[in-house]
Protein backbone atom coordinates (compact mmCIF):
# COMPACT_ATOMS: atom_id res chain seq x y z
CA UNK A 1 0.00 0.00 0.00
CA UNK A 2 1.21 3.62 -0.54
CA UNK A 3 2.14 5.60 2.28
CA UNK A 4 1.41 9.37 1.79
CA UNK A 5 4.23 11.74 1.46
CA UNK A 6 5.58 12.87 4.25
CA UNK A 7 4.35 16.33 5.72
CA UNK A 8 7.24 18.69 5.98
CA UNK A 9 8.36 19.59 9.33
CA UNK A 10 11.46 22.46 10.29
CA UNK A 11 13.74 18.88 9.93
CA UNK A 12 12.13 17.54 6.65
CA UNK A 13 11.40 19.97 4.12
CA UNK A 14 12.65 21.62 0.54
CA UNK A 15 14.66 24.69 1.31
CA UNK A 16 12.33 28.21 -0.88
CA UNK A 17 14.19 30.58 0.45
CA UNK A 18 14.85 31.30 -3.36
CA UNK A 19 11.37 30.89 -4.31
CA UNK A 20 10.52 33.68 -0.78
CA UNK A 21 12.94 36.08 -2.86
CA UNK A 22 12.13 35.76 -5.81
CA UNK A 23 8.24 36.33 -4.82
CA UNK A 24 8.83 39.10 -2.52
CA UNK A 25 11.01 41.06 -5.20
CA UNK A 26 7.26 40.33 -7.66
CA UNK A 27 5.27 41.31 -4.32
CA UNK A 28 7.32 44.77 -3.97
CA UNK A 29 7.04 45.48 -7.80
CA UNK A 30 3.35 45.08 -7.42
CA UNK A 31 3.16 47.45 -4.42
CA UNK A 32 5.36 50.15 -6.77
CA UNK A 33 2.96 49.83 -9.15
CA UNK A 34 0.22 50.53 -6.45
CA UNK A 35 1.82 53.80 -5.61
CA UNK A 36 1.71 54.79 -9.16
CA UNK A 37 -2.44 54.41 -9.46
CA UNK A 38 -2.28 57.30 -6.40
CA UNK A 39 -1.23 59.97 -9.39
CA UNK A 40 -2.37 58.15 -11.82
CA UNK A 41 -6.06 58.88 -10.27
CA UNK A 42 -5.49 62.26 -9.67
CA UNK A 43 -4.26 62.68 -13.83
CA UNK A 44 -7.68 60.45 -14.44
CA UNK A 45 -9.71 62.93 -12.16
CA UNK A 46 -8.45 65.94 -13.85
CA UNK A 47 -9.15 64.79 -17.45
CA UNK A 48 -12.62 63.28 -17.20
CA UNK A 49 -13.36 66.79 -15.26
CA UNK A 50 -12.07 68.49 -18.54
CA UNK A 51 -14.07 65.81 -20.82
CA UNK A 52 -17.21 66.18 -18.92
CA UNK A 53 -17.18 69.46 -18.28
CA UNK A 54 -18.04 68.53 -14.46
CA UNK A 55 -16.26 70.17 -11.09
CA UNK A 56 -13.77 68.06 -10.10
CA UNK A 57 -14.57 66.60 -6.67
CA UNK A 58 -11.69 65.10 -4.34
CA UNK A 59 -13.40 63.48 -1.92
CA UNK A 60 -14.83 60.97 -5.06
CA UNK A 61 -11.37 60.06 -5.77
CA UNK A 62 -9.59 60.31 -2.42
CA UNK A 63 -11.25 56.56 -0.92
CA UNK A 64 -9.20 55.50 -4.70
CA UNK A 65 -6.28 57.14 -3.84
CA UNK A 66 -6.61 56.07 0.16
CA UNK A 67 -6.82 52.38 -1.02
CA UNK A 68 -4.23 52.27 -3.73
CA UNK A 69 -1.72 54.00 -0.98
CA UNK A 70 -2.51 51.38 1.42
CA UNK A 71 -2.06 49.03 -0.65
CA UNK A 72 1.27 50.03 -2.25
CA UNK A 73 2.56 50.00 1.78
CA UNK A 74 1.25 46.77 2.75
CA UNK A 75 2.79 44.89 -0.72
CA UNK A 76 6.07 46.45 -0.26
CA UNK A 77 6.21 45.61 3.20
CA UNK A 78 5.21 42.15 3.05
CA UNK A 79 7.23 41.86 -0.19
CA UNK A 80 10.68 42.61 2.24
CA UNK A 81 9.35 40.46 4.86
CA UNK A 82 9.20 37.59 1.98
CA UNK A 83 12.55 38.21 0.80
CA UNK A 84 13.67 37.80 4.80
CA UNK A 85 11.47 34.49 4.99
CA UNK A 86 9.98 36.45 8.06
CA UNK A 87 6.62 34.00 9.17
CA UNK A 88 4.28 37.17 9.30
CA UNK A 89 4.88 37.74 6.07
CA UNK A 90 3.57 34.12 4.56
CA UNK A 91 0.53 34.35 6.93
CA UNK A 92 -0.49 37.95 5.47
CA UNK A 93 0.57 37.59 1.55
CA UNK A 94 -1.42 34.33 2.12
CA UNK A 95 -4.61 36.00 3.16
CA UNK A 96 -3.87 38.87 0.74
CA UNK A 97 -3.87 36.41 -2.05
CA UNK A 98 -6.91 34.61 -1.18
CA UNK A 99 -8.70 37.83 -0.94
CA UNK A 100 -7.64 39.60 -4.12
CA UNK A 101 -8.39 35.65 -5.53
CA UNK A 102 -11.50 35.91 -4.77
CA UNK A 103 -12.55 39.06 -5.02
CA UNK A 104 -11.15 38.29 -8.75
CA UNK A 105 -13.54 35.80 -9.42
CA UNK A 106 -16.25 38.08 -8.33
CA UNK A 107 -15.07 40.92 -10.47
CA UNK A 108 -14.82 38.85 -13.60
CA UNK A 109 -18.51 37.88 -13.07
CA UNK A 110 -19.91 41.15 -12.70
CA UNK A 111 -17.97 42.09 -15.72
CA UNK A 112 -18.99 39.28 -17.63
CA UNK A 113 -22.61 40.59 -16.48
CA UNK A 114 -22.54 44.03 -17.40
CA UNK A 115 -19.94 44.56 -20.11
CA UNK A 116 -22.32 44.11 -22.75
CA UNK A 117 -24.70 46.36 -21.24
CA UNK A 118 -22.17 49.19 -20.82
CA UNK A 119 -22.05 48.77 -24.31
CA UNK A 120 -25.49 48.84 -24.77
CA UNK A 121 -26.47 52.11 -22.99
CA UNK A 122 -23.17 54.10 -24.04
CA UNK A 123 -24.33 57.40 -25.04
CA UNK A 124 -25.38 58.11 -28.86
CA UNK A 125 -22.98 59.96 -31.06
CA UNK A 126 -20.08 59.55 -33.00
CA UNK A 127 -19.37 56.19 -34.78
CA UNK A 128 -20.98 53.58 -33.12
CA UNK A 129 -18.99 50.86 -32.34
CA UNK A 130 -19.75 47.14 -34.31
CA UNK A 131 -20.76 44.25 -32.13
CA UNK A 132 -17.67 42.09 -33.11
CA UNK A 133 -15.74 45.05 -32.26
CA UNK A 134 -17.61 45.05 -28.83
CA UNK A 135 -17.01 41.46 -28.56
CA UNK A 136 -13.27 41.70 -28.87
CA UNK A 137 -13.28 44.60 -26.48
CA UNK A 138 -15.03 42.61 -24.08
CA UNK A 139 -12.62 39.22 -24.01
CA UNK A 140 -9.71 41.79 -23.88
CA UNK A 141 -10.60 43.16 -20.69
CA UNK A 142 -12.04 40.27 -19.09
CA UNK A 143 -8.54 38.57 -20.32
CA UNK A 144 -6.83 40.92 -18.53
CA UNK A 145 -8.77 40.98 -15.86
CA UNK A 146 -8.39 37.40 -15.52
CA UNK A 147 -4.63 37.48 -15.41
CA UNK A 148 -3.93 40.45 -13.35
CA UNK A 149 -6.96 39.54 -10.78
CA UNK A 150 -6.59 35.65 -10.99
CA UNK A 151 -4.13 33.94 -12.01
CA UNK A 152 -1.35 36.09 -10.54
CA UNK A 153 -3.37 35.84 -6.90
CA UNK A 154 -3.86 32.21 -7.90
CA UNK A 155 -0.04 31.83 -8.52
CA UNK A 156 0.57 33.55 -5.32
CA UNK A 157 -2.09 30.99 -3.18
CA UNK A 158 -0.23 27.69 -4.76
CA UNK A 159 3.46 29.05 -3.58
CA UNK A 160 2.79 30.80 0.14
CA UNK A 161 0.42 27.90 0.75
CA UNK A 162 3.40 25.07 0.39
CA UNK A 163 4.15 23.29 3.55
CA UNK A 164 8.05 23.56 2.70
CA UNK A 165 7.72 27.42 2.60
CA UNK A 166 6.08 27.24 5.65
CA UNK A 167 8.47 25.38 6.71
CA UNK A 168 11.49 27.24 5.28
CA UNK A 169 10.00 30.46 7.22
CA UNK A 170 9.59 28.75 10.30
CA UNK A 171 13.12 27.44 9.88
CA UNK A 172 14.61 31.06 9.39
CA UNK A 173 12.41 32.70 11.32
CA UNK A 174 11.64 30.48 14.74
CA UNK A 175 10.19 33.57 16.96
CA UNK A 176 6.98 33.02 17.70
CA UNK A 177 4.95 35.89 15.86
CA UNK A 178 1.49 37.70 16.12
CA UNK A 179 0.50 35.74 13.10
CA UNK A 180 0.62 32.66 15.05
CA UNK A 181 -1.79 33.73 18.05
CA UNK A 182 -4.88 32.16 15.85
CA UNK A 183 -5.56 30.50 13.10
CA UNK A 184 -5.19 31.75 9.56
CA UNK A 185 -9.31 31.81 8.77
CA UNK A 186 -9.47 33.63 11.88
CA UNK A 187 -6.48 36.26 11.46
CA UNK A 188 -8.21 36.65 7.94
CA UNK A 189 -11.39 37.56 9.70
CA UNK A 190 -9.79 39.56 12.06
CA UNK A 191 -8.02 41.73 9.54
CA UNK A 192 -10.93 41.97 7.53
CA UNK A 193 -13.15 43.64 10.63
CA UNK A 194 -10.15 46.04 11.33
CA UNK A 195 -10.31 46.77 7.43
CA UNK A 196 -14.04 47.48 7.41
CA UNK A 197 -13.85 49.77 10.76
CA UNK A 198 -11.05 51.87 9.14
CA UNK A 199 -13.61 52.38 5.71
CA UNK A 200 -16.56 53.12 7.80
CA UNK A 201 -15.16 56.11 9.48
CA UNK A 202 -13.31 57.19 6.30
CA UNK A 203 -17.25 57.06 4.58
CA UNK A 204 -18.85 58.74 7.28
CA UNK A 205 -16.19 61.52 6.62
CA UNK A 206 -16.34 61.88 2.98
CA UNK A 207 -19.87 61.09 2.67
CA UNK A 208 -22.01 62.85 4.73
CA UNK A 209 -22.53 59.94 7.30
CA UNK A 210 -25.25 58.10 4.39
CA UNK A 211 -26.20 54.88 5.97
CA UNK A 212 -29.34 52.60 4.61
CA UNK A 213 -31.55 52.13 8.00
CA UNK A 214 -34.73 49.71 7.34
CA UNK A 215 -35.95 51.90 4.33
CA UNK A 216 -34.81 55.13 5.02
CA UNK A 217 -31.38 56.62 4.38
CA UNK A 218 -29.73 58.21 7.73
CA UNK A 219 -27.33 61.22 7.67
CA UNK A 220 -26.04 63.83 9.47
CA UNK A 221 -25.70 63.23 12.80
CA UNK A 222 -28.37 60.57 13.17
CA UNK A 223 -26.05 58.52 10.85
CA UNK A 224 -23.19 59.50 12.33
CA UNK A 225 -23.84 57.87 15.41
CA UNK A 226 -25.04 54.66 13.34
CA UNK A 227 -21.77 54.31 11.81
CA UNK A 228 -19.50 55.06 14.81
CA UNK A 229 -21.50 52.50 16.81
CA UNK A 230 -20.99 49.91 14.09
CA UNK A 231 -16.87 50.98 14.36
CA UNK A 232 -16.84 50.29 17.80
CA UNK A 233 -18.64 47.08 17.33
CA UNK A 234 -16.30 45.87 14.84
CA UNK A 235 -13.11 46.95 16.44
CA UNK A 236 -14.17 45.07 19.63
CA UNK A 237 -14.89 41.99 17.24
CA UNK A 238 -11.57 42.63 15.85
CA UNK A 239 -9.58 41.79 19.14
CA UNK A 240 -12.69 39.14 19.73
CA UNK A 241 -12.07 37.28 17.39
CA UNK A 242 -8.55 37.26 16.94
CA UNK A 243 -8.68 36.22 20.59
CA UNK A 244 -11.01 33.32 20.08
CA UNK A 245 -14.06 34.33 21.83
CA UNK A 246 -16.91 33.09 20.53
CA UNK A 247 -19.15 36.09 21.39
CA UNK A 248 -16.84 37.83 18.57
CA UNK A 249 -18.16 35.79 15.83
CA UNK A 250 -21.69 35.84 16.67
CA UNK A 251 -21.59 39.51 16.98
CA UNK A 252 -20.19 39.63 13.63
CA UNK A 253 -23.32 37.28 11.82
CA UNK A 254 -26.22 39.05 14.03
CA UNK A 255 -24.40 42.25 12.66
CA UNK A 256 -24.17 41.03 9.27
CA UNK A 257 -27.89 39.55 9.09
CA UNK A 258 -29.05 43.12 10.26
CA UNK A 259 -27.37 45.46 7.91
CA UNK A 260 -27.88 42.92 5.21
CA UNK A 261 -32.00 42.98 6.45
CA UNK A 262 -31.79 46.61 6.54
CA UNK A 263 -30.30 47.22 3.03
CA UNK A 264 -32.75 44.86 1.19
CA UNK A 265 -35.59 47.06 2.94
CA UNK A 266 -33.90 50.49 2.16
CA UNK A 267 -33.15 49.82 -1.79
CA UNK A 268 -36.66 47.95 -2.43
CA UNK A 269 -38.00 51.67 -1.51
CA UNK A 270 -35.48 54.71 -2.36
CA UNK A 271 -33.80 55.97 -5.97
CA UNK A 272 -30.27 55.19 -5.73
CA UNK A 273 -30.00 58.86 -6.79
CA UNK A 274 -31.65 60.29 -3.59
CA UNK A 275 -28.60 58.14 -1.60
CA UNK A 276 -26.02 59.78 -4.23
CA UNK A 277 -27.42 63.51 -3.67
CA UNK A 278 -27.72 62.41 0.10
CA UNK A 279 -24.16 61.48 -0.47
CA UNK A 280 -22.92 65.16 -1.73
CA UNK A 281 -22.69 64.16 -5.73
CA UNK A 282 -23.14 66.98 -7.44
CA UNK A 283 -26.57 67.01 -9.88
CA UNK A 284 -23.97 66.87 -13.00
CA UNK A 285 -21.98 63.94 -11.81
CA UNK A 286 -25.74 62.73 -10.95
CA UNK A 287 -26.47 63.36 -14.32
CA UNK A 288 -23.74 61.36 -15.89
CA UNK A 289 -24.49 58.69 -13.87
CA UNK A 290 -28.18 58.17 -15.01
CA UNK A 291 -27.28 58.15 -18.48
CA UNK A 292 -26.11 54.41 -17.74
CA UNK A 293 -29.47 52.21 -16.58
CA UNK A 294 -26.96 49.94 -14.43
CA UNK A 295 -27.09 52.33 -12.00
CA UNK A 296 -30.13 51.24 -10.31
CA UNK A 297 -31.23 49.97 -6.88
CA UNK A 298 -31.99 46.66 -8.15
CA UNK A 299 -28.80 46.54 -9.12
CA UNK A 300 -27.34 47.48 -6.38
CA UNK A 301 -29.22 44.91 -4.30
CA UNK A 302 -27.90 42.15 -6.81
CA UNK A 303 -24.03 43.76 -5.89
CA UNK A 304 -24.78 43.44 -3.15
CA UNK A 305 -26.68 39.67 -2.95
CA UNK A 306 -23.42 38.15 -5.00
CA UNK A 307 -20.70 40.03 -3.03
CA UNK A 308 -22.38 39.49 0.16
CA UNK A 309 -22.30 35.32 -0.43
CA UNK A 310 -18.22 34.76 -0.17
CA UNK A 311 -18.50 36.52 3.40
CA UNK A 312 -21.38 34.57 4.70
CA UNK A 313 -19.58 31.37 3.55
CA UNK A 314 -16.28 32.27 5.08
CA UNK A 315 -17.80 33.03 7.85
CA UNK A 316 -20.09 30.02 8.44
CA UNK A 317 -16.66 28.18 8.03
CA UNK A 318 -14.24 29.89 10.55
CA UNK A 319 -17.39 28.63 13.19
CA UNK A 320 -15.39 25.76 13.72
CA UNK A 321 -12.13 27.44 15.63
CA UNK A 322 -14.86 29.17 17.91
CA UNK A 323 -15.20 26.36 20.01
CA UNK A 324 -16.73 27.71 23.34
CA UNK A 325 -17.89 30.52 24.77
CA UNK A 326 -15.22 32.69 25.59
Known sequence: ?????????????????????????????????????????????????????????????????????????????????????RRWARALLLILAWTWLLTGVLMMFFMAVFLPKAFANMPSGGHPMSDAAQAVVIIFTLGFTGVLFVILPGVLVLFYRSPHVKATCEARDPVVRWTDACPLPVLALSLFLAYGAFWMVVMMLLYRAVMPFFGYLLSGLPGG????????????????????????????????????????????????????????????????????????????????????????????YVKKYFRRIA
Not at 8 to 32: M, Q, S, Y
Not at 271 to 298: A, E, H, P
Open 225 to 316: ILMLALTALWVYCTWATYHLKSAGWWIVLITFAVLALSAVLTFVRIDLMDMYRLMGYSQQQIDLLQKYNYFTSRNMLFFMSIGSLPFLGFLL
Open 1 to 85: MNQPPPVPTIANFKDRHGGLIGFGILVTIIGCFCALFVPMMILGQAISARTTGTASDPRMMLPGMLMYAALAVVFIWLGIGSTMA
